[in-house]
C-alpha cells in the first residue's frame, strides 16, 4: 500500500511556466520534506515542513516554494522553471523522534521543462 | 570535498554474487549510517540503519561500518536480479533535524541473470 503518493509521476512543463507538484501521506507523519534529485546526484533538501512550520535551505532558490495546507499535503510550486529544473522532485515523511534514520520516500515526480 | 564520496559505478554482477558497495565520509561527528535502494524511477526506500561502528544483519545484507576509516560498506550475499537498483548511503549526526541527512550520489548495480 502506498504511504507516500506523489502526483503526477511525469509533469512536462514549459521554460517559464508555473508548475505545481502534488504529495500526500497516509502515515500521519509531522514532517514532510521536499528534495530535488538530478541524474547520478545525491538528493538534495530543498525545504522541510515540521507540521506547519516551514524550514527553507539557504541555497534554496527563491523560485521554489511550498505549500502545506494540512498534515497529509504537501504542494512543491516553481515560480519560473529553467531548464536547470529538470531534476525528479522526491517527497518524504519521518516522525520527529527519527527525522534522519526512517524517512519514507514518495516514487518521485519526474519533471521536464521544455 | 564532499561530505560522503560514493563511487557511482556502474557495477554489474552475475547472479549469485557477493557484492560490496562503499562510502567514505568526511564529517567525524556522523553516528548514524543509512542505506537506501533506489530502483529505476521509484522513490528511495530504506533498507537498512547502523549507529555507530559495527555490522548488522539483515538477511542477505550486511551493513558494515568503521568510523576509524570514515569508512562504511553493505555487503549483499547471494544476489539476485531483483537487487539490481541504486544504493545510496545516507548518513546523519542524529536523529533529530532534519537539514543535516547526508546522501552519497549513489552506485548504480545490475545483477545479471
Known amino acids: 500500500d502506498a504511504m507516500v503518493i506523489q502526483n503526477p509521476r511525469y509533469q512536462v512543463t514549459q521554460f517559464g511556466k508555473p508548475v505545481t507538484l502534488s504529495c500526500s501521506q497516509t502515515?500521519?507523519?509531522?514532517?514532510m520534506y521536499w528534495y530535488q534529485q538530478k541524474s547520478s546526484q545525491a538528493p538534495k533538501l530543498l525545504f522541510h515542513?515540521?507540521?506547519?512550520?516551514?524550514?527553507n535551505e539557504a541555497d534554496t532558490p527563491d523560485n521554489f516554494q511550498s505549500r502545506r495546507p494540512n498534515t497529509s499535503f504537501c504542494f512543491l510550486d516553481i515560480r519560473s522553471p529553467g531548464l536547470g529544473d529538470a531534476a525528479m522532485y522526491l517527497c518524504a515523511t519521518s516522525s520527529p523522534d527519527n527525522f534522519n534514520t526512517e524517512a519514507f520516500f514518495g516514487q518521485g515526480t519526474r519533471l521536464t521543462v521544455v | 570535498q564532499k561530505e560522503v564520496e560514493q563511487d557511482p559505478g556502474p557495477l554489474s554482477v552475475p547472479e549469485g554474487a557477493i557484492v560490496s558497495l562503499n562510502c567514505t565520509y568526511s564529517?567525524?561527528?556522523?553516528?548514524?549510517f543509512m542505506w537506501y535502494r533506489q530502483y529505476s524511477r521509484k522513490g528511495p526506500e530504506l533498507l537498512m540503519y547502523?549507529?555507530?561502528?559495527g555490522n548488522k544483519e539483515d538477511g542477505r545484507f550486511t551493513a558494515q561500518v568503521d568510523k576509524s576509516s570514515k569508512y562504511i560498506s553493505l555487503f549483499i550475499r547471494d544476489s539476485q536480479p531483483s537487487d539490481s537498483a541504486t544504493y545510496l548511503c545516507?548518513?546523519?549526526?542524529?536523529?533529530?533535524?532534519?537539514?543535516?541527512?547526508?546522501f552519497g550520489t549513489g552506485t548504480r548495480l545490475t545483477v545479471i541473470p
Open positions: 502515515l500521519n507523519h509531522n514532517v
Open positions: 515542513y515540521y507540521d506547519k512550520d516551514f524550514n
Open positions: 545516507a548518513m546523519t549526526v542524529d536523529q533529530t533535524g532534519a537539514n543535516n541527512l547526508f
Open positions: 547502523t549507529y555507530s561502528s
Open positions: 564529517n567525524s561527528a556522523f553516528q548514524y
